[in-house]
């Protein structure tokens, strides 16, 4: 939502500077510049990616614009679901709690976090792993390095479309002045011309330039953080999952091994400690009923 905003200031800014400096709005409209710059920057970011590139890329615009679903009510819902997992494996074994895992859905301890129960990655992280602890054939640093392995791949997949938007960022200044240059030739061979038609082309072809400029550090630089900040937050939830279940596998009582995950959550979406308890003493009421 930020980063429209972001977009309405910058476009703002720009057109209200201009006409306040004596500019005419019409001056700037040069669709065959777009066309030249979009263009360049298409074909050369779809020249270096593939199939699986491009459908992430894809899948990060809307990413982009709404909210972070990752924030405190989340974490806190995802933390208060552990507990009851965890607490239920304690008292009754690790058994108890496969009937939750292989069928979420039908969960009465899921249906208590729906927020939870949408996010298919999320879910996939938890209950692979919980599979795994029931199993009980691997110990926790193995499982450790498993999950590290598979953070990792997943956060080198979300950085596909960062980089390429950053790279198609970095190379629109110079398809900018590939425009400007084409219009300065396209002026040059009208040096026969009366000025005023000189004068009209060469400052088309400084469009190209400011185009370039402005589509870079204005819209495609924001585009990339604010994907940034959401591959970093989902990468966050996940750590928040593993730290949480070692603690468990290494002996840790479950109210503990809840702590160590909020622990390592941002501070900004972290809950408090007597939030967190409130929380999840509301959901054990609730389940209770």
């Known amino acids: 939502m930020?980063?429209?905003?972001?977009?309405?200031?910058?476009?703002?800014?720009?057109?209200?500077?201009?006409?306040?400096?004596?500019?005419?709005?019409?001056?700037?409209?040069?669709?065959?510049?777009?066309?030249?710059?979009?263009?360049?920057?298409?074909?050369?970011?779809?020249?270096?990616?593939?199939?699986?590139?491009?459908?992430?890329?894809?899948?990060?615009?809307?990413?982009?614009?709404?909210?972070?679903?990752?924030?405190?009510?989340?974490?806190?819902?995802?933390?208060?679901?552990?507990?009851?997992?965890?607490?239920?494996?304690?008292?009754?074994?690790?058994?108890?709690v496969e009937g939750d895992i292989e069928e979420p859905q039908s969960s009465a301890i899921f249906a208590q976090y729906p927020q939870i129960l949408k996010d298919a990655?999320?879910?996939?992280?938890?209950?692979?792993?919980?599979?795994?602890?029931?199993?009980?054939?691997?110990?926790?640093f193995e499982i450790e390095t498993l999950m590290d392995q598979e953070i990792e791949a997943l956060h080198s997949e979300h950085n596909t479309p960062i980089n390429a938007v950053r790279a198609v960022a970095d190379g629109l200044p110079a398809f900018g002045i590939v425009a400007a240059v084409l219009g300065v030739v396209h002026a040059l061979s009208a040096v026969d011309q009366p000025p005023a038609v000189l004068a009209d082309l060469i400052a088309k072809a400084m469009v190209g330039t400011f185009l370039g400029i402005l589509l870079s550090?204005?819209?495609?630089?924001?585009?990339?953080?604010?994907?940034?900040?959401q591959s970093v937050a989902a990468v966050k939830v996940l750590e928040c999952i593993k730290v949480t279940l070692l603690a468990s596998m290494n002996g840790y009582p479950p109210p503990l091994a809840v702590e160590f995950g909020r622990k390592i959550l941002f501070s900004a979406s972290r809950p408090s400690f007597s939030e967190l308890d409130a929380h999840v003493r509301q959901s054990k009421s609730q389940a209770a009923k």
């Open 121 to 140: 990655k999320l879910m996939e992280f938890l209950t692979d792993y919980l599979r795994i602890m029931i199993s009980g054939n691997m110990n926790p």
């Open 2 to 96: 930020f980063i429209i905003l972001g977009y309405l200031i910058v476009a703002v800014a720009v057109a209200v500077s201009f006409l306040a400096g004596g500019g005419h709005m019409g001056a700037l409209y040069q669709p065959f510049e777009f066309l030249l710059i979009g263009g360049c920057a298409i074909g050369a970011y779809v020249g270096g990616s593939n199939g699986a590139s491009i459908k992430l890329l894809i899948e990060a615009f809307p990413k982009a614009i709404k909210r972070n679903p990752y924030g405190k009510s989340l974490y806190m819902d995802l933390l208060a679901l552990l507990y009851t997992l965890l607490n239920k494996a304690r008292r009754d074994g690790l058994m108890s």
């Open 217 to 229: 550090y204005g819209f495609a630089a924001p585009f990339a953080a604010a994907v940034e900040r």
